[in-house]
């Protein structure tokens, strides 16, 4: 419609001159190019399943499925009496993972609650941003903090029996980590709690106690749910914490004042390695890699599919 | 609702007239109790990260000079090393990751925003984005790895800068995406029909219009991305950067370090003088991050005033 104005209108506007099908074309061109930029995000997905599939099938070829999945032994290091059995690692990240959100889901939704039904818009104003600063924290920051700061201060003062690397410092500074995460997402939902709700309590003669514990959290309950998975499948995921604070043994043990590896530790404890490409070594990190991206996969499904169907409608 | 409504009903036609408790003292204690609490549980987070800062600067300020700055890292010599390959390669590895992902980024989140029809292709790359910004960054070392690093090595130089830079692109990329498409989000679509109106097309609308005014928005959740791209280790690590070099790279393919990767080699060390090190390490990094985000707020400020 425009470029019809402009084709028959007559020339004297200067600006009015522009030739109508080299703006078609770049019109084309631009969409193509930005179509690109987006489809660029489906090409990389392809790419991990790809990278992952194509070194995982290879290890396979090696290593039974069954015994990778079952076995309770990891010793990769050594070769020539190999055991590949995943389950150490998985025990190890599990362990991290339950101790940081024991941590995070009590203070994140405790601090989504306070933001949300107590503090002063002033007070939000900074206390959010704050709150935020600590996911922005580099992990290796918080790797180092774990190691020499928290560890030694829980050893010093109420479990002497704690080894250097052990599960419980790494989770604990971890779940620090994650209280951002889960705070922002189940305030999400509790601000989406309709006010007469609160209002209608507070009517009834409720505290604020009340109307929080027992309207706003069950009324936001599928956004907390949503928050404690997404809280987990950051435990899971998360690589320098564990690999410098954890330790770098694989047993099977819930023991958290003990060493343990988890799987993200392991890859890198290989990588920073020199290991020939191709060989079985190689390999795992990829198998380990396959398992913890399937993992996450699952968690992040299954958060979104919480909060798309357990949605409270107002 | 229904829930949480039925909720007080039931406990209303449970109450007798003797269950009734006109006292609402003893409420209004727990209630304070419980304001303490979430109030205290707030702070813990905030006073971890002030114990963690006062540490890391206890420990690692006094040893932050310019020897550190310029030195090279040294085994033998831990007393004079320095962290100057790792700080020049963070540099090389923010501006390449920059080069890489802002026009991506931005295209895509144009692209999503403003030409794409709301159909079931559309849902997917919707999709794909959300999940791949769920992906531990782990992973995105391993696709480096795979693709970066071994397949497309004779172009990139294997385990280079390029590389590194690269794969650290893909990982904040759905961070951008989105931050630039809440931005589009908030522009009142009568601007758009307003170009429309007089003429312009969809691209001039969006380049003369549509992206001046998404700009701050878009910037800063930009720089935020860049410095948690900054500040990421573990992909570096699978992707390969050195753990000791003695010279700053050369150009995009040359062998790099990075300051994490550094500040991790150092706290890998048994003996004490590394750890200092790696506080110090931690200072300089620090330091970095705070200046990109200062430039990420300062951006966003002049822009909002001028729009």
Known sequence: MAVEVGRKGRPEAGDWRRNSRARHLRERAVKVALAACAYLSVLTTFGIVAVLLFETLDFFKEVSLLKFLTGTEWSASFQGQAEYGILPLVCGTLLTTAIAILVALPLGLSAAIYLSEYASARLRRWLKPALEVLAGVPTVVYGYFALTLVTPFLKDTILPSLSVFNALSAGLVMGVMIIPTVASVSEDSIYAVPRTLREGAYALGATRREVATRIVVPAALSGIVAAFILGVSRAIGETMIVAIAAGAQPVLTLNPLSSVQTMTAYIVQVASGDTPRGTTTYQTIFAVGSTLFVMTLLLNIVSYWFVRHYREKY | ?307
């Open chain 2, 1 to 307: 609702m229904a829930r949480a409504g039925a909720r007080i009903t039931q406990e209303n036609d449970r109450g007798h007239a003797s269950d009734f408790k006109p006292s609402i003292s003893p409420r209004h204690w727990l209630d304070r109790v419980f304001t303490g609490v979430v109030f205290v549980a707030t702070l813990v987070g905030l006073v971890v990260l002030a114990v963690l800062l006062v540490d890391v600067f206890k420990d690692g300020l006094p040893k932050v000079n310019w020897q550190f700055i310029t030195g090279y890292p040294s085994q033998i010599v831990p007393e004079t090393a320095g962290i100057y390959p790792a700080l020049l390669g963070s540099l090389w590895l923010l501006g390449l990751t920059a080069l890489f992902s802002v026009p991506l980024g931005i295209g895509a989140a144009v692209y999503l925003e403003e030409y794409s029809a709301d159909n079931w292709l559309t849902r997917v790359i919707e999709i794909n984005i959300a999940n791949l910004a769920g992906v531990p960054s782990i992973i995105y070392g391993l696709l480096g790895l795979g693709i970066f690093v071994s397949v497309l090595g004779s172009l990139t130089g294997g385990e280079s800068v390029l590389s590194g830079a690269l794969t650290l692109s893909l990982l904040i990329l759905p961070v951008i995406i989105v931050a630039t498409r809440e931005s589009l989000k908030s522009i009142p679509s009568a601007v758009r029909e307003g170009g429309i109106a007089l003429g312009a097309t969809r691209w001039e609308v969006i380049r003369g219009h549509l992206l001046p005014m998404a700009l701050p928005g878009a910037l800063t959740g930009t720089i935020l991305a860049l410095s948690r791209a900054i500040g990421e280790t573990a992909p570096l690590i699978v992707v390969g950067a050195a753990v000791y070099l003695n010279y700053a790279p050369e150009g995009p393919r040359s062998d790099y370090m990075a300051i994490p990767i550094q500040i991790f080699t150092w706290i890998e060390q048994p003996q004490d003088v590394f750890k200092t090190l790696a506080a110090a390490g931690i200072v300089v990094l620090m330091v970095v991050l705070l200046l990109t985000n200062s430039v990420a707020i300062l951006t966003r400020n002049r822009y909002q005033r001028r729009g």
